[in-house]
């Protein structure tokens, strides 16, 4: 429930149909911009409660007296009700007033009384400033919504608001007359704006809660209080006389035979949403012509408060509220009445108006062109036509709420549809495009799979091979770590590696600066820095001596090493028919020279040169 607003929109239950935007007289709610919602702007609100009767899923509340009334009355302090003369006809379903009076003192009222004696106070007054006029019309100022609309977006009418308090006001001066100063007053009535209106008053005129009729039924659901339960009992003084006809909108005017004779008569009387505000606008361009004073309620009166029970009935209420009134005449004591009317002579029954004003300023006519353009609307004849579904009346003053603030463009249902409409062609062709991709990409990785695993294999069979050379072979990186080594490089290495190797396959992670003396892993960093080769290069290591070959894989990234053992007999033979070819290769120049000098010796010589090296190259002659 609503605590510090008078009422609130809950957008875990809103579902956005913006019919609470439609409803309102004042445009005091707007859709955020970041979620699309709908929210109540407080300082715009005049607490009519329009919005709270239209929301069909329940999202609005408003501010609960719930807690502090019962609060209140477990302070064990004197507590007055004052029941708005509405409540007959509200609770129908309660077959004696008296019955009623007796629920609510059930609760831990000390005191239940009837506003209708303020009425009757107020009434008086209403009827000495209309027959004492002085060339100024006057707008009742009962009915706290109307008060509200006036301060808010006619401030330029304030004076023209009959500066006397509201019955509930009055009321409440005369029971603290009556019982005490320190006597804490609870309202009860059918309006939500009566909250807000009892905040403006301290002293005598405080009221200290104001519950609706259904914060009362829910009272007495909670305190489990029925009417067969309990006897009868009285409204305390003082009474009412014709104040109980208020809840009808012209009851007031009658109470104190105010006339309303078409002819002879100065007051207009007017009630429901639109004829008020609409009776306000005429008073405020045409009271020169139309020379009456105005009686004004937002809803039916008092009968279909906000407060009131839902799917009420007007005119079985307004019998109701009647026949009350009537049986109440039968036996009242009009002198007794009239002292206690006399009493209260001096209570001061007078106030004031403060204006708020909230309007605002209308947008430069480029602006709301804009914004028609901007929802595909620039083209209607005045943009005076629309669906209405925004909460607007017409695309013209839709779009002048958009650039007051007030709306966004999402709440236009056909601008809305449209953007849909090319959202949908949108995502479609998106999603084709997508689909494609998708295909492609499904494709570029069922490639990238394949190519994966042939490198897999390759690296495989390359590693196979590695280890099947005699020669050694190492390659590491630009920090001369290792990244991969055969056997025979473990081998040549020696016993210490061959350890390491079991630990670490392939000796891979190791800084070859440990593995290698200075000289041989210098030719690395050399390679490593100069991207030149190094080409069988004799070295002595320990006991053994190697040709290194050192060459770049990758620029200044990797290189590899073959290391052979000069030793191994396998390598032996394999340098002595490598250098018996250079030697043949070198020569064989010279040897042609010779052979055209000495004819078939040269030949000769060749082919003992050769019968060597195939000799080394099979041992067995075979």
């Keep these: 429930m609503c605590t510090d607003h008078l009422l609130l929109i809950h957008h875990e239950s809103c579902i956005k149909c913006y019919s609470c935007i439609r409803i309102c007289p004042v445009k005091a709610i707007r859709v955020d911009v970041n979620t699309e919602f709908p929210s109540i702007i407080p300082a715009r609100c005049i607490g009519c409660g329009s919005c709270y009767r239209a929301c069909s899923p329940g999202a609005i509340s408003y501010r609960s007296s719930i807690g502090e009334t019962k609060a209140l009355l477990a302070s064990g302090q004197k507590i007055a009700a004052i029941c708005d003369p509405t409540i007959s006809g509200e609770f129908h379903d309660i077959t004696d007033y008296r019955k009623f009076v007796e629920m609510i003192k059930q609760l831990g009222f000390t005191y239940v009384s009837e506003v209708s004696f303020g009425v ?28 509200a609309f006036i301060e808010k977006y006619y401030p330029e009418l304030i004076n023209n608001l009959v500066p006397v308090v509201s019955p509930m006001v009055a009321t409440a001066k005369v029971l603290r007359k009556k019982y005490g100063q320190d006597l804490k007053i609870i309202f009860i009535g059918p309006c939500i704006a009566t909250k807000e209106e009892a905040l403006k008053f301290e002293g005598d005129a405080k009221i200290d809660a104001v519950l609706t009729f259904v914060e009362l039924r829910e009272l007495f659901t909670q305190f489990n209080i029925r009417e067969n339960q309990l006897e009868f009992s009285e409204f305390d003084p003082p009474l009412g006389y014709k104040g109980s006809l208020y809840p009808i909108a012209n009851g007031i005017l009658q109470s104190v035979n105010i006339s309303e004779d078409l002819l002879t008569g100065n007051v207009i009387t007017t009630e429901g949403r639109n004829d008020m505000i609409d009776a306000v606008k005429e008073f405020d361009s045409r009271i020169d012509r139309i020379k009456r004073h105005f009686n004004m309620f937002y809803d039916e009166g008092c009968l279909m408060g906000p407060g009131t029970s839902p799917a009420g009935e007007k005119f079985l209420r307004m019998t109701l509220v009647t026949d009350y009134a009537n049986k109440r005449l039968t036996t009242f004591d009009k002198n007794t009445w009239e002292d206690q009317v006399a009493a209260c002579e001096d209570l001061d029954l007078s106030r004031q108006f403060n ?3 909230q309007r605002l300023p209308v947008p430069e006519e480029q602006k709301i062109v804009e914004v028609l353009k901007m929802i595909h609307r620039e083209d209607d004849k005045n943009n005076e036509v629309g669906c209405e579904s925004c909460g607007y009346s017409n695309c013209r003053e839709f779009a002048i709420a958009i650039a007051q603030g007030l709306a966004t463009t999402e709440m236009c249902h056909v601008f809305s549809g449209k953007n849909r409409q090319e959202y949908i062609r949108t995502l479609r062709a998106t999603n084709e495009k997508l689909a494609k991709t998708q295909a ?38 630009d920090k001369l770590k290792v990244i991969q080594s055969n056997k025979a490089f473990i081998r040549i290495l020696g016993e210490e590696a061959t350890l390491v190797d079991e630990v670490i396959p392939g000796l891979v992670g190791a800084d070859l600066k440990t593995l290698l003396p200075v000289n041989i892993y210098k030719m690395f960093s050399y390679v490593l820095s100069t991207d030149e080769y190094i080409e069988h290069k004799d070295v002595l290591y320990e006991e053994n001596k190697l040709s290194i070959s050192i060459f770049p894989i990758r620029s200044h990234k990797y290189v590899g090493g073959i290391l052979r053992d000069m030793y191994v007999p396998e390598v032996r033979k394999e340098q002595i028919i490598n250098r018996l070819t250079e030697v043949i290769d070198e020569n064989f120049e010279t040897v042609q020279k010779i052979a055209y000098l000495l004819g078939e010796g040269a030949a000769k010589t060749e082919q003992m040169l050769n019968s060597v090296i195939e000799s080394y190259r099979n041992p067995t002659g075979k």
Excluded: W
């Design 355 to 357: 204006a708020d004003d």
């Design 440 to 477: 492609a990409l499904k494709e570029s990785e069922e490639k990238a799979k394949n190519e994966q695993e042939a490198q897999k294999e390759a690296n495989n069979i390359v590693s196979a091979m590695l280890q099947k050379l005699v020669s050694g072979v190492v390659i590491v990186d």
């Design 120 to 147: 009757d106070l107020v009434a008086r007054k209403y009827k000495e400033i209309f027959e004492n006029f002085k060339g100024r019309y006057h707008i009742s100022a009962n009915c706290p919504t109307v008060v």
